[in-house]
Nanobody, 116 residues
Framework: QVQLVESGGGLGQPGGSLRLSCAAS????????MGWYRQAPGKQRELVAT???????NYADSVKGRFTISRTNAKNTVYLQMNSLKPEDTAVYYC??????????WGQGTQVTVSS
């Protein structure tokens, strides 16, 4: 059974930092592209960042230079370091694991709220 369990969400201050973690089980983690997506109220889910099995990263323009995605294969965990937070970063953040279009899994989501 595949599980992706996010943690680290919560309330962040504008200009502050939060770090999200996603622990995976039930998959051969090292071969999956891992990603973070987010969905704000009334909006569609959007890509935040991805990291390939080889460590190549991709970011949404809105988070470039502020967010960093990384992975530790030995711990089956992917991280999202979020710096210089903005109120518009408020959303539910979802962890994603993808190997093929038919081998794609989602976590349950973790709320991030940026407010003073």
């Amino acid at each position: 059974q595949v599980q992706l369990v996010e943690s680290g969400g919560g309330l962040g201050q504008p200009g502050g930092s939060l770090r999200l973690s996603c622990a995976a089980s039930g998959i051969v983690f090292r071969i999956y592209t891992m990603g973070w997506y987010r969905q704000a109220p009334g909006k569609q889910r959007e890509l935040v960042a991805t990291i390939s099995s080889g460590g190549n990263t991709n970011y949404a323009d809105s988070v470039k230079g502020r967010f960093t995605i990384s992975r530790t294969n030995a711990k089956n965990t992917v991280y999202l370091q979020m710096n210089s937070l903005k109120p518009e970063d408020t959303a539910v953040y979802y962890c994603n694991a993808e190997f093929t279009s038919t081998s794609r899994f989602w976590g349950q989501g973790t709320q991030v709220t940026v407010s003073s």
